[in-house]
């Protein structure tokens, strides 16, 4: 299978680099790679949104907060970049043709930020598109898609199949800003939906077994 794998910022970088995970995740990509075609993408998380935030207070435009973020996610790519040993890039992808010549390489493509204007989501989401992936695996601070915010409603409940037409209705309305944190990025969900690429969302617990979540095992959402 070829698959794109959206790692959160938030989860690499929670308050300080986790190390292990970044190890631990690689080593799995790596040994995985002798059946399946992986693309990376690493979002910036919580590091991106505090330069967000501040450059915000200072009275920059989106469009530079954009670029900062961009430049966040891109670190945190370079992290998994080092850890991926012979199968590791020699930079960060900024684009997507870039990404797929380096997988016919035969290293595994690792990306941050590409374009201001939209997040990681949107990024992994075209990228599948582009290199005609077979599985979009998303991992999150939030364990799968809730039919509500479950950091805000604690009544919320989390979906285990979902259509890309029902995760649509869910992130429609989510505000177009820097930084913006939701369960998806609408663009993201616009593109899954036009491309129908089956897409599984799961939380930090689940990135120990990527074997299980591509052979159906995992406690996420998916979405068809
Ligand atoms: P992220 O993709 O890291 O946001 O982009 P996120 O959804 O918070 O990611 P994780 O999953 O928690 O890591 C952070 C910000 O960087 C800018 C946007 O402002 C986005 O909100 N960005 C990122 C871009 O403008 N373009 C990109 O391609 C990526």
């Keep these: 299978m070829r698959i794109v794998l959206k790692i959160g910022g938030s989860l690499v970088f929670p308050d300080k680099i986790d190390v292990e995970l970044v190890k631990n995740v690689s080593k799995q990509i790596v040994s995985l790679s002798s059946n399946h075609e992986f693309l990376v993408v690493v979002g910036g998380g919580t590091i991106a949104r505090e330069y967000i935030r501040a450059l915000k207070d200072i009275g ?17 790519a ?3 970049m080092g ?7 020699v930079e960060v992808s900024n684009d997507f043709k870039h990404a797929l010549s380096t997988l016919y390489l035969g290293k595994i ?6 374009h ?3 997040t990681t989501d949107a990024v992994s989401s075209m990228l599948a598109e582009f290199v005609g992936a077979d599985l979009f695996l998303r991992f999150t601070n939030v364990d799968g898609v809730y039919d509500k915010d ?3 409603f604690s009544d919320a409940k989390k979906l285990g199949k979902i259509s890309h ?26 593109i899954l ?9 799961c939380g930090k617990e689940e990135l120990k077994n990527i074997k299980a979540i591509i052979e159906g095992k995992h406690k996420g959402t998916e979405i068809f």
Excluded: C
């Design 60 to 76: 920059k435009d989106d469009t530079f907060l954009d670029f900062v973020g961009m430049e966040v996610a891109k670190l945190n």
């Design 78 to 80: 370079s992290l998994f």
């Design 83 to 89: 850890a991926l040993g012979k199968k590791a890039p």
């Design 109 to 114: 493509p690792v990306l941050g930020g590409t």
């Design 116 to 118: 201001p204007g939209h």
């Design 150 to 152: 479950p950091r805000k």
């Design 165 to 190: 037409e029902t995760l649509l209705e869910i992130v429609e309305g989510t505000k177009a800003e820097a930084g913006v944190n939701a369960v998806i990025d609408p663009l993201a969900a616009k």
């Design 193 to 201: 939906k036009r491309s129908k690429i089956k897409t599984i969302v």
